[in-house]
């Protein structure tokens, strides 16, 4: 609560200094409105109440959200941590916007983790949490937030593989560049391309069973790499949804480690 308060009152000050920006720039450039600051204190309040409801509108969704995560981890009785590891954002962050990253190069973006929540469920190791990509634009930036969600297991011996759906963006051509073109398409190729290095033993573990259930429940990306799987949501979904995530991604892995020969 303190931090919201804090950043609340940094956001009063960012509003008044943008709402004086602004009006300097304006009148500097069309001579509008007439009068110096004191002749338009109304407009100049105006400005700065409004900027200040924005900014505060957005800090309490964000607040509001790692709240929401806190009470889920208790639940859970999981860790609750409102940002997470830099290094692990970054390994995140690479494996999920790689091609990305090798087009332009890494310097071009940040990842950070938020609302990070981890523990045991099913003996295996779960973390959910928001990875936000960064990528600078010249002198500005473009932000995505996704949901994701990582299950690893020192047991675990899967090939490596990515899974993404197809969509008008072209997830699958970006699959196709990060593994060389090696693709598979399966029996659900209307909403998912594989690309792997092992395609013939990756097919393996994809089941009729889980084909079907991937047939049907649409969006996911899956990214298997050593003993650790990468389940990721482009949209950023919200934390009374995450529960649910969990345990589809967890059925998922499960029938990726025991897959049903029929």
Request: aromatic share 10%; glycine share 10%; with cysteine.
């Amino acid at each position: 609560m303190i931090s919201f308060l804090l950043r609340c009152a940094l956001a009063i000050v960012g509003a008044a200094i943008a709402t004086v920006g602004i009006f300097a720039v304006v009148k500097g450039i069309f001579g509008w409105p007439a009068g110096g600051f004191r002749d338009n204190s109304g407009l100049l309040l105006t400005g700065v109440a409004g900027f200040t409801a924005y900014i505060i509108f957005l800090e309490y969704r964000r607040f509001a959200r790692q709240s929401d995560a806190r009470d889920l981890a208790k639940e859970w009785s999981f860790r609750f941590s409102a940002k997470g590891d830099d290094d692990l954002a970054r390994r995140f962050g690479l494996r999920v916007a790689g091609r990305d990253v090798g087009l332009v190069g890494d310097k071009y973006f940040g990842f950070e983790l938020e609302n990070v929540i981890q523990g045991v469920r099913d003996g295996v190791n779960v973390l959910i949490a928001d990875l936000l990509i960064i990528k600078y634009l010249g002198e500005g930036s473009e932000d995505t937030t996704l949901t994701v969600i990582s299950l690893r297991d020192r047991d675990l011996s899967l090939p490596a593989f990515t899974l993404l759906p197809t969509t008008p963006r072209g997830s699958a051509s970006r699959s196709e560049r990060e593994f060389g073109g090696l693709v598979r398409e399966m029996s659900y190729k209307r909403f998912y391309r594989l690309s792997s290095h092992q395609p013939e033993i990756t097919d393996e573990l994809l089941s009729p069973e889980l084909q079907a259930h991937l047939a049907v429940h649409h969006g996911w990306e899956i990214r298997s790499e050593d003993n650790n799987v990468l389940f990721v949501r482009r949209d950023h979904e919200p934390v009374d949804g995450w529960d649910s995530l969990v345990a589809e991604s967890i059925q998922i892995l499960k029938m990726l480690m025991n897959p049903d020969p029929t």
